[in-house]
C-alpha cells in the first residue's frame, strides 16, 4: 500500500513539474521570424546542385517546370546537365573566338535555359542524370577545372585544329555521359528536340527585366555580369516597377526565376530569412538602453544580425542599388524561383522563395522568405513570362 501510495505522490509531482514547464513555455516570447503565406503557386520538388555551378539551370528550369504546371501539362523532372552540357560546348566556343577575353566557368544565365530549350531540346533528368564520374550528387570541381586547362591549351596554340572541339566534347561526355541523341519516355521514343517540342512551351513568351540607371529605362541592353556570356538581353525599368512585376506576376499565377546577390550577411538562408537590416537603428524595445548604448558597433550589428525578431529594414533607393552595383558589392551569385508571397508577424511583405541547395540545414527545407527591401537592393535580375507584365509597364517596353 505504501509502495503504491509512494509511487502516485512521484506520479502527482512529475505531472505537475511538466505541467509548470509547459506554462513556462508558452509563456516564452516568439522569437525570429514567423511567416504566414499570402499566396503560394505551384512548383516541383526541391532538388540539389550540390557541388555544381548551375544554379541557372535549376532554377531556370524550376520556372519551366512550374509553367508546365500552370499550363494543366502536370508535372515534368526536366534535365540540369543536359542544360549545363550544352552550354559548356557553346561557351568553349566563343572562348576560343575571343581569345580567352571572357569569363569561362560553370556559372550561366537564365537566358542560357531558354536558348538551350530552342536550339538544342530538352531531356527528362531519367534520361540524363549528368553525373558519369562516380557517386550520386553532382559535383564539378574536377570538371570546371579540366575543362578550363583544356580550352587554355586550346587557345595557346595558336593555330586552331579540327580536333579541339571533338576531344573537348570528349571530356563533357566522359563526365556528364553521352550526349542523349534518343531516348525513351514513358513509352514514346524522342529527340531532345521533339521532347522540347512535345511540352508545348513557346520560349520567346518568356522575357528577362532588369533595374539600373547605367542604361536608359524601358529599353534593352546586355547586362554586364561575369556570367552573362551568352549577352542575353534584359529591359530596364525601375525598381518600383521590376517590384510591380513581380507582385502582378504571382497574383495572376505565374512564378519568377530570380537571379540575385546572397553574400549579404541579412541573407541567412538556415534561418530561413533574407533580410537588408539598418545597422543605424536602434528599435529598443524589449532592449535595455543602458546596455544597448554601452556596445560597440560592431557588438551592435552582431546583436541585430541574430534576426531574433524583426529588424528595422534599410530603405532601399535606386540610387543605393546602382552603387551597389557599380561598386561589385551586388554581384551575379545565385539563381533561385519565387513561388510565392507571403508576410511576417508585423505584416511586412515577404516573398517564398525556392532553392536548390537540397532540403537539409534549412529552416523551410530548401525554401526561404526574402523580404521586398532585400529584392529591392540585390535583385540582378528575373525571367517572367511576358503576360505577367502590368499593361502599363508592358506598352513602355514595346511588348
Same mark, same amino acid.
Given at each position: ?23 513556462a ?11 504566414t ?43 540540369e ?8 560546348e ?40 549528368? /553525373?558519369?564520374?562516380?557517386?550520386? &550528387?553532382? %559535383?564539378? $570541381?574536377?570538371?570546371?577545372?579540366? =575543362?578550363? +586547362?583544356?580550352?587554355?591549351? !586550346?587557345?595557346?596554340?595558336r ?18 555521359g ?12 524522342y ?8 511540352l ?17 529605362f ?20 525601375? /525598381?518600383?516597377e521590376?517590384?510591380? &512585376?513581380? %507582385?502582378? $506576376?504571382?497574383?495572376?499565377?505565374? =512564378?519568377? +526565376?530570380?537571379?540575385s546577390? !546572397? ?58 542599388r546602382q ?22 508577424q ?23 522568405? !526574402? ?5 529591392r ?17 508592358k ?5
Open positions: 500500500m505504501k509502495k503504491i501510495l509512494f509511487t502516485a505522490i512521484i506520479m502527482a509531482i512529475a505531472l505537475n513539474v511538466l505541467a509548470q514547464e509547459k506554462k513555455e508558452e509563456k516564452k516570447p516568439a522569437t525570429g521570424y514567423k511567416f503565406t499570402v499566396k503560394e503557386l505551384k512548383y516541383t520538388p526541391v532538388k540539389n546542385q550540390s557541388r555544381s555551378g548551375t544554379c541557372w539551370s535549376f532554377s531556370g528550369l524550376s520556372f519551366l517546370e512550374s509553367e508546365l504546371l500552370r499550363l494543366g501539362k502536370g508535372e515534368y523532372d526536366l534535365s546537365m543536359f542544360v549545363s552540357r550544352d552550354n559548356y557553346k561557351k568553349a566556343d566563343k572562348y576560343v573566338r575571343l581569345h580567352g577575353t571572357i569569363n569561362f566557368a560553370g556559372g550561366g544565365s537564365f537566358e542560357d535555359v531558354l536558348e538551350t530549350f530552342r536550339t538544342a531540346g530538352t531531356v527528362p533528368e531519367e534520361a540524363y542524370s549528368g /553525373i558519369n564520374y562516380g557517386g550520386t &550528387i553532382h %559535383d564539378h $570541381s574536377e570538371l570546371d577545372i579540366v =575543362t578550363k +586547362a583544356y580550352i587554355d591549351a !586550346v587557345i595557346k596554340g593555330k586552331l585544329t579540327k580536333a579541339w572541339k571533338k576531344g573537348f566534347n570528349g571530356i563533357l561526355d566522359a563526365y556528364y553521352n550526349y542523349p541523341e534518343q531516348f525513351t519516355y514513358k513509352g514514346n521514343s529527340t531532345p528536340k521533339s521532347f522540347a517540342q512535345s508545348g512551351l513557346n520560349m520567346d513568351d518568356y522575357t528577362e527585366i532588369t533595374s539600373f540607371t547605367h542604361h536608359p524601358y529599353k534593352p541592353f546586355i547586362i554586364e555580369i561575369p556570367d552573362n556570356y551568352i549577352w542575353g538581353w534584359n529591359y530596364n525599368v525601375t /525598381i518600383d521590376l517590384v510591380e &512585376i513581380i %507582385d502582378n $506576376s504571382i497574383e495572376k499565377g505565374y =512564378t519568377v +526565376a530570380w537571379g546577390d !546572397v553574400s549579404e550577411r541579412g541573407f541567412q538562408y538556415r534561418k530561413g530569412v533574407a533580410v537588408v537590416p539598418d545597422m543605424e537603428a536602434t528599435s529598443l524595445s524589449g532592449t535595455d538602453r543602458d546596455r544597448w548604448e554601452s556596445l560597440s558597433k560592431t557588438e551592435r550589428e552582431t546583436e541585430i544580425l541574430k534576426l531574433d525578431k524583426p529588424v528595422t529594414e534599410l530603405k532601399i533607393t535606386q540610387e543605393l552603387e551597389a552595383f557599380d561598386n561589385y558589392e551586388t554581384t551575379d551569385d545565385h539563381g533561385m524561383h519565387i513561388v510565392g508571397i507571403a508576410k511576417d508585423n505584416g511586412a511583405k515577404f516573398y517564398k522563395v525556392k532553392n536548390s541547395w537540397g532540403t537539409d540545414g534549412s529552416e523551410y527545407s530548401g525554401f526561404f522568405f !526574402v523580404s521586398e527591401n532585400y529584392v537592393y540585390k535583385t540582378i535580375n528575373i525571367l517572367i513570362h511576358k503576360d505577367a507584365i502590368p499593361a502599363n509597364i506598352s513602355k517596353l514595346g511588348l
